[in-house]
């Protein structure tokens, strides 16, 4: 069966980056992911927090960072799971039209952790804690943190296929674009290395306000 993914204009002919981020802070979203992955695996069992609402979360965080790639990615999964065309747009464009009440304070709170490059708040971690109880945020948070990473890498990648396409990014460089895909590669199996560590000592997988850490 045949899917016809539509993508919001705004992301689909992007020319320029929306977000822009370092190769530390690409490192730093690769050693969460063990944890995060291992997480969403255990999701799939126990069904804490319900794959549409993943999906949501997801194109959520991938809006506010731009990723085209991603888009188009998680574009295809959601139609694949049933949900419309202009439930997805919604969520791509930012608007909120299909926003429920019961998801709605993890939809606000994954584009703040988007929008605060992965160090959210105190008061909005505590806030979503208050309202989905910690073993859900864990879900929530782990959903985020997979998507974030994969933007991370997949928002140069677009820009080098956007360039191959005859149209680059007007704030880019070939340099920046071959820089950070090859060494996404290189760094994805030790920073997988050092999650696996991280979670053997016990770590927190969440960061708050840049320096805050939850037990």
Known sequence: MRI?????DVIDSRTEYKRKFSLCEMYRSFVLLPSAAAKMIG???KKLVDKDFVERLQLTVTE???CAACSYA???MALKQGMSNEEINSY?????AFINQEEAKAIVFAQHY???RGFPKKDAYDSLVDEYGKL?????ISAIQLMHAGNIYGIPYSALISRLKRKPYKDSSLIYELVMHISGLILFPIALIHGLLRDIMGSSNIRLDKSTSID
């Open 136 to 140: 859900k945020v864990r879900i929530i």
């Open 64 to 66: 506010v960072n731009g």
């Open 43 to 45: 999701n799939k069992r």
């Open 114 to 116: 988007a929008d605060t």
């Open 4 to 8: 016809d993914i539509k993508i919001p």
């Open 92 to 96: 791509l464009s930012g608007d909120g």
């Open 74 to 76: 998680h574009t295809y």
